[in-house]
Structures are given as structure tokens and as C-alpha cells.
């Protein structure tokens, strides 16, 4: 007897609340390349099938149009679960939408991080005593 397949999930309406625009998934892209060692990218790239060159050009900011499918394939490689809605339909803008406040909270505090200059091996989850 050959096993039945579940059946698909249903898709519901996407949380708003739970997106970020391209620019920020960007940004986050591009401070997490410049984590890189010397000589790392290009193994990375090998290995989750990215175009080398297009992430390079990313990574410097010299990309001559918004690659969103790119940005996508490349935040789930880094292990930022997103996927790619509209808001509206008729809308040309994307956004990137996360399955759970959590994962969307731990991408902000990163981003944030990354933003002010702090290295994430200098930031502390704990918070200060108000004693």
C-alpha cells in the first residue's frame, strides 16, 4: 500500500507586523557578507548555488537593480526564514515576511546591532540590573 501524501497546508492572510522592507533585508545581508573571511565567500556561494560575482556586487552596494529573489536565497542561507509577499496586489513593492515574531524580534536586535556599530560578539543579551 503506498502511503498517502499530507495534505498542504492552507495559506492565510500574511501578518503585516511581521514584515521588514527589501532595504532592511539588504542591509542585514550585506553587514552579514562583510563577516566573511578572506577567501570564504566564494565557497559559500559554491556551496548554496549563489552567483558569485551578483553577491559580490550586493555585498559592495554596486548592484544596478533591486535583486529581491537574491536577497531572499541569500537571508535563508544565512539562516533568516523569509518569504517574499505584497502587501497588495496591485503593489510593486515587496517585503519580506517572517513565520514568528521571535524570528523577526532576533533579526531586528541583529540589524539594530549591526546599525550602531556594535560587534555581535560585544553585545550582551542580559539586561542591566536596575539596581
Same mark, same amino acid.
Given at each position: 500500500?503506498?502511503?498517502t501524501?499530507? +495534505?498542504?497546508?492552507?495559506v492565510?492572510?500574511? +501578518?503585516p507586523?511581521?514584515?521588514?522592507p527589501?532595504? +532592511?533585508?539588504?542591509?542585514?545581508?550585506q553587514?552579514?557578507l562583510?563577516m %566573511?573571511g578572506?577567501?570564504?565567500?566564494?565557497?559559500?556561494?559554491?556551496r548554496?548555488?549563489?552567483?558569485?560575482?551578483?553577491?559580490?556586487?550586493l555585498?559592495?552596494?554596486?548592484?544596478? $537593480?533591486?535583486?529581491?529573489r537574491?536577497?531572499?536565497r541569500?537571508?535563508?542561507s544565512?539562516?533568516?526564514?523569509?518569504?517574499?509577499?505584497?502587501l497588495a496586489?496591485? *503593489?510593486k513593492? *515587496?517585503?519580506?515576511?517572517?513565520?514568528?515574531?521571535?524570528?523577526?524580534?532576533? %533579526?531586528?536586535?541583529?540589524l539594530k546591532?549591526f546599525?550602531s556599530?556594535? $560587534?555581535?560578539?560585544?553585545q550582551?543579551? +542580559?539586561?542591566?540590573?536596575?539596581?
Amino acid at each position: 500500500m503506498r502511503p498517502t501524501a499530507p +495534505d498542504p497546508a492552507p495559506v492565510g492572510f500574511p +501578518d503585516p507586523s511581521l514584515t521588514i522592507p527589501y532595504a +532592511d533585508g539588504l542591509r542585514y545581508a550585506q553587514y552579514r557578507l562583510k563577516m %566573511f573571511g578572506r577567501g570564504d565567500l566564494k565557497p559559500f556561494c559554491q556551496r548554496q548555488a549563489l552567483p558569485y560575482t551578483t553577491v559580490v556586487n550586493l555585498k559592495n552596494g554596486t548592484l544596478k $537593480s533591486e535583486e529581491i529573489r537574491l536577497v531572499q536565497r541569500l537571508l535563508r542561507s544565512l539562516a533568516v526564514p523569509v518569504e517574499i509577499i505584497r502587501l497588495a496586489p496591485d *503593489h510593486k513593492t *515587496h517585503r519580506f515576511l517572517f513565520p514568528t515574531p521571535a524570528a523577526l524580534g532576533t %533579526f531586528q536586535r541583529q540589524l539594530k546591532g549591526f546599525d550602531s556599530g556594535v $560587534s555581535p560578539l560585544d553585545q550582551t543579551t +542580559d539586561e542591566p540590573s536596575p539596581n
